[in-house]
């Protein structure tokens, strides 16, 4: 076997899931193959190099060898060689901005504690 589809063999060294979530990445562009996107039926054969987007991270793979049926884990690395660049990987260690980083005392609603206070408080209070 000298070349099998791009999809499938995403499928076989274990970067989907699914067949159909690589023929789903295929089809929306998020896979490329020697630096042109692939669609789903594009051919893969040794030496090639497969880009995939998965989120901000661009990973990067090198074919070793083909392969059309599903891989143990352990076996992938004889077929599909990571390259992805050190800076690359270094996005999936990065820290998540938030939008709320500090609460003030006494902005927004009141705690449990809070709450109990201000009961205790009108209760005092007659109307």
């Known amino acids: 076997m000298d070349s099998i589809r ?3 063999y995403l499928w076989a060294i274990r970067l989907y899931k699914t ?3 690589a023929a789903e990445a295929c089809r929306t562009g ?3 193959l020697n630096d042109s996107i692939a669609k789903g039926s594009k051919e893969v054969k040794k030496g090639d ?3 995939i987007r998965k989120g901000a991270i661009h990973y990067k793979y ?3 060898a083909v392969v059309d049926k599903r891989q143990g884990a352990s076996a992938v690395p004889q077929y599909a060689t990571n390259i992805t ?3 690359e990987l270094d996005k999936l260690s990065a820290p998540h901005e938030t939008i709320f980083l500090k609460r003030e005392r006494g902005a927004g609603r009141p705690t449990k504690k809070e709450r109990r206070e201000i009961d205790r408080l009108m209760s005092d209070f007659d109307y």
Do not use: M, N
């Open 6 to 8: 791009i999809d499938k």
């Open 19 to 21: 067949r159909s979530d």
């Open 30 to 32: 998020k896979v490329s």
């Open 49 to 51: 190099r497969i880009e």
């Open 62 to 64: 090198l074919v070793v």
């Open 85 to 87: 660049p050190q800076s």
